[in-house]
């Protein structure tokens, strides 16, 4: 095991007195997003590491969210087949909540307990590690606390991560200062990535155990159902009418956006077409109300899919015929049913300085996707899906100028399955490098 430098000593120590000067203001984050969802200020003592004693040991994985429960979904449910109970940790309710709906029967039998992860202190970790006795840890994605590292690495926990990648803009950003997070990265015991690229980020930055094992969100579970739901709403309300999604769109992008649908449905009338439906879904439910009111004020003729729909995902009878520019995908963990719906999918977030979100869903599907010109978030598979055709990264001039004069072919179906075949298995590849990495 790596001494840790004394430059690192001082900044874990002043990490530290930070987290227990600003726990006061963490709890009272969580308060004020409890008034809007209850569910932050649930379980609040797991938040500092208190549970009841568990009798076995428990293999650990941290979620941190909805995204990545997904991309953690097809190793949960492959661990679930052993012998050894599993505890999952979460920062958000989305993440926590998806778990009991993925996995209810394992989480009824207490073979699997989903928990808020605890506050990144060692005394929130001691009592969480006191509790489920973690076999080993497996963090998914881009989760780099440095409490959760030392603490593992204090007690004996091998943590791993699982899934992960640094993105460029972040690994040029944090090599600069004093104190980030690729100071800490050496502390995993061992690291899974998507790509060669991010396996030579790693190893620069001290890393010993690195296995290149791919993109684990193409594995994930699609709920059929959505997707039945889906072809139904399309082949009844929909017919032939072209629709765009508009997937995971951040604040600062919704502008942009609406200018573009704007355009789009004005080209349309010119030319005597019908234009595209567009399906517009915010990434966080907390933006639905500013959204539809941005929709409402930008003239559009829209609907809810929150009161257009029921809970099947069905039209009711008494359903409108007024023509609608845009429905409003109010919801949460119904993606793929918007996906499904499709003809194009555009994911946000690379619109704006934050990063495109993943592209892995629609690919999944057979989608052709845009993104916008921020994709340093998804190096993989943003650059390998571009180089097959699968994506484009235009800006929001370029998008409207594709979506009117210049449509572009759609790739075959045998290169998106030619796509999926070249990038399956990474949940075996990981499942056999967590084995490697504890016999080494």
């Not at 003592?45 to 650990?60: L, V, Y």
């Not at 097809?74 to 999952?88: F, H, N, R």
């Not at 594709?402 to 759609?410: D, M, N, Q």
Request: proline share 7%; with cysteine.
């Amino acid at each position: 095991m790596q001494k840790i430098p004394p430059k690192l000593r001082v900044i874990l120590t002043l990490y530290r007195l930070v987290w227990w000067i600003c726990t006061p203001v963490i709890l009272l984050y969580l308060y004020q997003r409890g008034r809007r969802e209850p569910a932050y200020i649930k379980h609040l003592p797991e938040r500092f590491g208190f549970h009841s004693k568990r009798e076995q040991s428990h293999i650990w994985i941290h979620a941190v969210s909805l995204g990545e429960v997904r991309s953690a979904a097809p190793l949960i449910a492959q661990l679930l087949q052993g012998d050894v109970p599993l505890v999952t940790t979460h920062f958000t309710p989305a993440g926590r909540s998806e778990i009991e709906r993925l996995f209810p029967d394992a989480v009824s039998a207490g073979r699997l307990v989903p928990c808020y992860v605890p506050f990144d202190t060692d005394a929130a970790f001691r009592g969480f590690f006191k509790a489920f006795s973690p076999a080993y840890g497996l963090v998914m994605e881009v989760e780099f606390w440095p409490g959760m590292i030392m603490s593992c690495r204090r007690r004996g926990v091998p943590l791993f991560l699982c899934n992960g990648q640094y993105p460029s803009k972040s690994f040029a950003r944090d090599q600069a200062r004093f104190f980030s997070r690729a100071n800490i990265v050496f502390g995993f015991a061992g690291v899974m990535v998507k790509s060669q690229l991010q396996a030579e980020r790693f190893a620069q930055l001290g890393v010993e155990k690195i296995a290149i094992t791919g993109e684990m969100r193409f594995e994930q579970p699609i709920p059929q159902a959505h997707i039945t739901a889906a072809r139904a709403l399309r082949q009844t309300a929909f017919g032939s009418r072209p629709i765009i999604t508009l997937a995971s769109v951040v604040e600062g992008e919704d502008r942009g956006f609406l200018d573009v649908i704007a355009e789009v449905k004005t080209y349309c009338h010119a030319q005597n077409a019908l234009p595209p439906l567009f399906i517009y879904v915010p990434r966080a439910p907390d933006r639905f109300e500013a959204v539809a009111e941005m929709i409402h004020a930008a003239g559009f003729a829209f609907a809810r899919r929150s009161t257009m729909l029921d809970a099947a995902l069905n039209l009711p009878s008494h359903a409108t015929d007024t023509p609608l520019d845009i429905i409003l995908g109010d919801s949460l963990g119904e993606m793929y049913f918007y996906l499904e719906l499709c003809d194009l999918t555009i994911v946000g977030g690379g619109f704006c300085p934050k990063g495109s979100h993943n592209i892995s869903e629609p690919i999944c599907l057979k989608k052709p996707v845009i993104i916008g010109p921020n994709d340093s978030t998804i190096e993989f598979p943003a650059r390998e899906a571009i180089a097959a055709s699968l994506c484009e990264k235009l800006d929001f001039a370029r998008l409207a100028a594709r979506l009117t004069h210049s449509p572009a072919p759609l790739p075959t179906n045998k290169i998106r399955e030619d796509f999926l075949a070249a990038h399956s298995g990474s949940t075996a590849k990981t499942l056999a490098a967590i084995t490697n990495f504890l016999e080494s």
